[in-house]
């Protein structure tokens, strides 16, 4: 503008042949300009006094701060909201963050307690005949054929201490281990470590009453400490340390059943290697194939399961027939 002004205005030859030509121009030009719409401050299609530069992602009308209701993408107003509901997760709040199966374990442990009491005579601080119809044994795998006992015996209890401190346990590593593995994943490696801690049990007592989560529990802990080894952090980075000294002192004690303690914690290091690999520079077994890792954890099950009848069947011998 400012260079055509001057053109406009020049006394020159060259200026005053333009002058007739420019001012029309430069008239028009600033007309239209004058009169131009001064564009309108979008506001809120439910509060018109709150301008807004928003818009909903489903129906595109303006919504303020107030109307907003965050979705899975963008935000929605409250009318699309109400007429499709959904449901927005975050990290936090997955079901497997909040360990869904972990919590579940810890219902049906109780459950079994509770029908400890109600129907074999338990106390708090007894199992009464419990263990007698849970626990496992094996004489009574074996010539009875009370197979389920290899799973039974995970979830009795002798007395609420007992189930307190498992419990309590399942608690702290459960949701560790789940958010990783993934409630399948999870799932199949409890099981197969209760499994490994009734084969433990069985190798090394094969006429003792075994009970408790404390097998199963032990192999979290062991998938634990290879979880932390893939990440390149060592047992005294970790913390976890004095824990295991501590459960080795206990399990050396008498008190409790070492074979089920050891053979949970080992079957759990083969599912830690399985899962997460043997250390930092190593990779899982097969990559991040899960599926193909869930059915390796499942025919782990069953060949524990196969020891645990083997070993049963050894109670004669031990027995000295």
Same mark, same amino acid.
């Given at each position: 503008? !400012?260079?055509?002004? !001057?053109?406009?205005?020049?006394?020159?030859?060259?200026?005053? =042949?333009?002058? *007739?030509?420019? +001012?029309?121009?430069?008239?028009?030009?600033?007309?239209?300009?004058?009169?131009?719409?001064?564009?309108?401050?979008? +506001? =809120?299609?439910?509060?018109?006094?709150?301008?807004?530069? +928003?818009? =909903? &992602?489903?129906?595109? &009308?303006?919504?303020?701060?107030?109307?907003?209701?965050?979705?899975?993408?963008?935000?929605?107003?409250?009318? =699309?909201?109400?007429?499709?509901?959904?449901?927005?997760?975050?990290?936090?709040?997955?079901?497997?963050?909040?360990?869904?199966?972990?919590?579940?374990?810890?219902?049906?442990?109780?459950?079994?307690?509770?029908?400890?009491?109600?129907?074999?005579?338990?106390?708090?601080? *007894?199992?009464?005949?419990?263990?007698?119809?849970?626990?496992?044994?094996?004489?009574?795998?074996?010539?009875?054929?009370?197979?389920?006992? /290899?799973?039974?015996?995970?979830?009795?209890?002798?007395?609420?201490?007992?189930?307190?401190?498992?419990?309590?346990?399942?608690?702290?590593?459960?949701?560790?281990?789940?958010?990783?593995?993934?409630?399948?994943?999870?799932?199949?490696?409890?099981?197969?470590?209760?499994?490994?801690?009734?084969?433990?049990?069985?190798?090394?007592?094969?006429?003792?009453?075994?009970?408790?989560?404390?097998?199963?529990?032990?192999?979290?802990?062991?998938?634990?400490?290879?979880?932390?080894?893939?990440?390149?952090?060592? /047992?005294?980075?970790?913390?976890?340390?004095?824990?295991?000294?501590?459960?080795?002192?206990?399990?050396?004690?008498?008190? +409790?059943?070492?074979?089920?303690?050891?053979?949970? !914690? /080992?079957?759990?290091?083969?599912?830690?290697?399985?899962?997460?690999?043997?250390?930092?520079?190593?990779?899982?077994?097969?990559?991040?194939?899960?599926?193909?890792?869930?059915?390796?954890?499942?025919?782990?099950?069953?060949?524990?399961?196969?020891?645990?009848?083997?070993?049963?069947?050894?109670?004669?011998?031990?027995?000295?027939?």
């Amino acid at each position: 503008m !400012f260079s055509c002004y !001057f053109i406009a205005n020049e006394t020159s030859s060259f200026g005053r =042949c333009h002058t *007739t030509r420019l +001012v029309p121009r430069l008239q028009a030009y600033m007309s239209n300009h004058d009169h131009q719409e001064t564009p309108q401050p979008t +506001v =809120c299609y439910r509060h018109r006094t709150k301008a807004s530069g +928003v818009r =909903c &992602q489903r129906c595109e &009308q303006f919504i303020c701060a107030e109307c907003m209701h965050q979705a899975s993408v963008g935000v929605h107003c409250p009318e =699309c909201t109400s007429n499709n509901k959904q449901t927005v997760y975050t990290r936090a709040t997955l079901p497997a963050n909040r360990g869904l199966v972990t919590q579940v374990l810890i219902g049906l442990n109780i459950a079994v307690f509770l029908l400890q009491l109600v129907l074999w005579d338990a106390t708090i601080s *007894t199992a009464g005949t419990a263990a007698e119809e849970l626990a496992v044994n094996g004489p009574r795998i074996d010539a009875l054929g009370q197979w389920w006992r /290899i799973i039974t015996g995970g979830f009795g209890h002798f007395g609420i201490i007992h189930l307190g401190m498992n419990m309590y346990s399942l608690y702290i590593l459960g949701p560790i281990i789940e958010r990783r593995l993934g409630s399948v994943s999870f799932s199949l490696a409890y099981v197969a470590a209760l499994v490994g801690g009734s084969l433990g049990a069985l190798v090394l007592d094969v006429l003792s009453f075994t009970m408790g989560a404390s097998g199963a529990i032990f192999g979290l802990l062991g998938l634990l400490v290879m979880m932390f080894r893939s990440q390149g952090i060592s /047992i005294a980075q970790s913390g976890l340390g004095p824990v295991l000294l501590l459960n080795l002192f206990i399990s050396l004690s008498g008190f +409790v059943s070492l074979g089920g303690h050891g053979g949970g !914690f /080992i079957v759990g290091l083969i599912l830690g290697a399985l899962h997460f690999g043997i250390n930092a520079h190593s990779k899982p077994l097969f990559g991040r194939d899960r599926v193909k890792r869930d059915i390796a954890t499942a025919a782990l099950i069953v060949v524990l399961f196969v020891g645990c009848l083997w070993a049963s069947s050894r109670w004669m011998q031990a027995a000295g027939f």
